[in-house]
């Protein structure tokens, strides 16, 4: 049996009774302890009492949409999040993605992959946490330092940036492999733990989210260029100290 799925505490939030009752049976089937919510405000009790490892969590919903949540969520937390849409609207997946979130998966989904999904984000989360490298505890690149322990960007005139979990891993492979070529499918399964669809532009927006948190022009980047036809590159080179 796998120990980790018998610790993992997940929190589906969905209006939709349904889907929160065959996500509880079919996630708890699976050896995972689970709560629902059908509201922000249900989703926040469920956080004040709980700790909840991920959340899955629908967009459209009463009250504060899964958006809001997810916004209000990242202003404090980096608990990993994977998002429902409903269709096939690239609009929401994109916004999701800009707001934080983890991975997305669209409405009707089957709940075999949903629970694929969340055991690659938990897989990348352990492996984040077992393997983040401790001989250095800060890495500077360009104007910018990372404390790796706080996960935290801190520019030279001082201004500080919180990371969220999928933020700080895309930047941790561009810092492993500064002055590299990186392509958007070893990014994309790096990240996510998958094959890249032709179609899914999720990791040019992760990608425009970090550039924005490290003030590189998104029209002209300096630091993280794209090499057309290529993937993208660190431009700089990386120190470790501590």
């Not at 969520?73 to 269709?87: E, F, K």
């Not at 590299?180 to 994309?188: D, N, Q, V």
Request: aromatic share 4%; hydrophobic share 35%.
């Amino acid at each position: 049996m796998d120990t980790r799925t018998t610790q993992t505490h997940i929190l589906v939030v969905d209006d939709d009774r349904e889907i929160t009752q065959l996500l509880d049976a079919y996630l708890t089937r699976n050896q995972f302890r689970v709560s629902s919510a059908h509201n922000g405000e249900q989703m926040m009790a469920r956080l004040d009492r709980n700790e909840i490892d991920l959340i899955v969590l629908d967009i459209m919903m009463p009250g504060d949409d899964g958006f809001t949540l997810c916004k209000k969520l990242r202003a404090h937390s980096d608990i990993p999040i994977i998002m429902l849409t409903a269709g096939s609207d690239e609009t929401d997946r994109i916004i999701g993605l800009e707001l934080g979130a983890d991975d997305y998966m669209t409405k009707p989904f089957n709940p075999r992959e949903l629970l694929a999904r969340i055991k690659a984000v938990m897989r990348r989360l352990e492996d984040r946490q077992q393997n983040a490298p401790p001989r250095a505890e800060q890495l500077s690149f360009g104007v910018w330092t990372l404390d790796v322990q706080k996960r935290q960007l801190r520019h030279d005139r001082g201004e500080v940036i919180a990371l969220n979990g999928a933020d700080y891993d895309l930047l941790q492979i561009f810092l492993q492999h500064p002055g590299e070529i990186i392509s958007r499918e070893s990014l994309f399964q790096r990240l996510k733990g998958r094959e890249l669809s032709p179609y899914d532009r999720s990791i040019d927006v992760q990608i425009s989210r970090l550039r924005h948190k490290l003030n590189d022009d998104g029209r002209s980047p300096q630091l993280i260029r794209t090499v057309r036809g290529q993937g993208y590159i660190l431009t700089t080179d990386v120190e470790a100290a501590g």
